[in-house]
Each structure stands twice: as C-alpha cells, then as structure tokens.
C-alpha cells in the first residue's frame, strides 16, 4: 500500500512539471520573446524653443528583444503655427541590444511665436511589433501612444504679472519684467517676490520699496525649469550666508519651472529676514 501511494505521488509529480514546462513554452518561447512594441514614452510634451545649436531629441521605446537592431519609419508634420522646418516621412532605429532610439527633431530657432509638431510612428520592419498598446483595461488608450506632440513656445516675455503667496495666501501681486542679460537663458528681474512684499506681509506701508530682492532668472538646460539668484547683497555681509538681505543663493527644492503650454512661470523662494522658518510661492503670468 505504501509502495502504491509513493507511485501515485510520483505520479502526480512528474504530472505537475510536465504542465509547468508546458506553461512555460507558451508564455516565455523565444517566438514569444520577439513580439512585443514599439512607442513614444508619452502622448505628448512642452518645453521651450531651444537656442540655436541646440539638438532637440525624442525618445523611442522598443518593449522586446531586440538582438539585431529595430528599423521604424515615422512621419513629422507641423500641426500648428509656422516652422521652416523639413518635415514628412523619415526612418528612425533603436539599436542592436537596445531599448531606446532617439529621434533628432529639426528646429525653427526663428520662430519667435513658437510651434506645435506631431510624430507618429507608421511601421516597423520587424514582424511581431507593434505600434503602441492600450492598458490592459483599454481605459487609457495613450498610454503607450504611437504618435507624439510636442509644443515648442517661445522664451519668456517681456511683461508678467505676478503674485506672491504665503502657504496658499496671497500677500501681493505686482507687475515685472524679465530683461535679458548678455548670457543665454538668462533673465535680470527688479524684484522677486514684488517691490511691496515686506509692507503688504507686515502691514507696514514704510517698508514699501524696501528690500525687494532683485535677482536673476536662468532657463535650465531641459527648457522646463528655472533656477533663480539673488543679486541684492549691497548692504549684505559677503562673508555670511545668514545675511537678513539676501535669500539663502537659490531657490528652495520644490517646482520652478515653464509651463510651455501657457508661459505661466512658478517658483518658490527662501527668506532671511524674518523670524521663523516660511517659504514664498511666486507665480508670473504673461501679459498681453
């Protein structure tokens, strides 16, 4: 009876491989292994004309094997505003071996208004891949998309109209210009937080005009973000980084950047001069 038992599990043993090398031939086969997609890695981005000489570079992402390099063929069209551009079909590939190939976009470095492009995948020369999939649930149809749109807006405007916040509190709002320096990317401004920040924060009307912060606003190389300094260390000590006259350098970590889409530019600033430890959240709208 013993020896009947130990064969039936044997059996059922030998039974149960047998059906998990089965599944594995059908999910996980080289065949299999093949197959797979290709996408951009979102339906669509905004960021900021770049300068001329810059390369602006798309990525494409292959999910599968990829052990002889992937051939795809893509269009580009302009599909809003004006850009002397080349556009129509052109050929693309992600390497032997890798997952990612980039696709460099010609740019209008003179379109002073900005532009919108739309790529889109057409085919690849390789079976079994296809172009872009929808989640599981098809709920999100873009969410690994096949085409791209991407908006290139114009560098920031003269003229802004800003407000100052205080923890979601609006303490001031104010008017500012962003003047150009010699340097590329690189905008001078008469006050960072506004010129009645320290009077409407403390309900003092004398302190109008006084300690206003002026600064320098930088574009960063991404063409999203921006980075801010504080130029006022007239009557700062140089030697103390404490000084009630300046900021701490830099903006503090948190979202500075360009929504390409709107111009609309935020940051968020640090403070000396008063007591207790707050943070300024500052948001420039263009003007027309």
Same mark, same amino acid.
């Given at each position: 009876?013993?020896?009947?038992?130990?064969? &039936?599990?044997?059996? =059922? =043993?030998?039974?149960?491989?047998?059906?998990?090398?089965?599944?594995?031939?059908?999910?996980?086969?080289?065949?299999?292994?093949?197959?797979?997609?290709?996408?951009?890695?979102?339906?669509?981005?905004?960021?900021?004309?770049?300068?001329?000489?810059?390369?602006?570079?798309?990525?494409?992402?292959?999910?599968?094997?990829?052990?002889?390099?992937?051939?795809?063929?893509?269009?580009?069209?302009?599909?809003?505003?004006?850009?002397?551009?080349?556009?129509?079909? +052109?050929?693309?590939?992600?390497?032997?071996?890798?997952?990612?190939?980039?696709?460099?976009?010609?740019?209008?470095?003179?379109?002073?208004?900005?532009?919108? &492009?739309?790529?889109?995948?057409?085919?690849?020369?390789?079976?079994?891949?296809?172009?872009?999939?929808?989640?599981?649930?098809?709920?999100?149809?873009?969410?690994?998309?096949?085409?791209?749109?991407?908006?290139?807006?114009?560098?920031?405007?003269?003229?802004?109209?800003?407000?100052?916040?205080?923890?979601?509190?609006?303490?001031?709002?104010?008017?500012?210009?962003?003047?150009?320096?010699?340097?590329?990317?690189? +905008?001078?401004?008469?006050?960072?937080?506004?010129?009645?920040?320290?009077?409407?924060?403390?309900?003092?009307?004398? +302190?109008?005009?006084?300690?206003?912060?002026?600064?320098?606003?930088?574009?960063?190389?991404?063409? @999203?973000?921006?980075?801010?300094?504080?130029?006022?260390?007239?009557?700062?000590?140089?030697?103390?980084?404490?000084?009630?006259? @300046?900021?701490?350098?830099?903006?503090?970590?948190?979202?500075?950047?360009?929504?390409?889409?709107?111009?609309? &530019?935020?940051?968020? =600033?640090?403070?000396?001069?008063?007591?207790?430890? +707050?943070? &300024?959240?500052?948001?420039?709208?263009?003007?027309?």
């Amino acid at each position: 009876m013993k020896n009947k038992l130990n064969y &039936i599990l044997l059996l =059922l =043993l030998s039974l149960s491989i047998v059906s998990c090398v089965d599944t594995y031939d059908d999910d996980f086969s080289e065949r299999n292994l093949q197959n797979g997609w290709i996408q951009f890695e979102r339906p669509s981005d905004g960021v900021l004309l770049p300068y001329e000489g810059e390369i602006s570079s798309i990525q494409v992402i292959l999910e599968s094997l990829n052990q002889n390099g992937t051939t795809f063929n893509y269009t580009l069209e302009v599909v809003e505003g004006d850009a002397n551009i080349e556009t129509g079909n +052109f050929q693309g590939e992600v390497l032997e071996g890798q997952r990612i190939g980039l696709i460099e976009v010609p740019v209008d470095f003179d379109a002073e208004d900005g532009y919108v &492009i739309q790529l889109s995948i057409t085919d690849v020369e390789r079976d079994g891949i296809a172009i872009g999939v929808a989640n599981g649930d098809n709920s999100n149809p873009d969410h690994t998309p096949g085409t791209y749109t991407l908006t290139y807006a114009p560098f920031p405007q003269n003229t802004y109209a800003a407000v100052a916040s205080v923890d979601g509190g609006e303490i001031t709002q104010f008017e500012i210009d962003l003047v150009a320096t010699a340097n590329p990317r690189e +905008f001078n401004m008469n006050s960072m937080w506004g010129p009645d920040f320290v009077a409407s924060i403390t309900g003092d009307a004398s +302190f109008s005009g006084q300690f206003v912060y002026p600064g320098t606003l930088t574009v960063e190389d991404d063409n @999203r973000s921006v980075s801010l300094v504080s130029s006022d260390t007239s009557q700062a000590d140089p030697d103390d980084d404490d000084s009630p006259l @300046r900021f701490p350098g830099t903006t503090v970590d948190g979202v500075h950047q360009i929504n390409a889409e709107t111009g609309v &530019i935020t940051y968020t =600033l640090g403070q000396n001069l008063f007591g207790g430890d +707050f943070e &300024i959240d500052v948001v420039l709208t263009p003007m027309d």
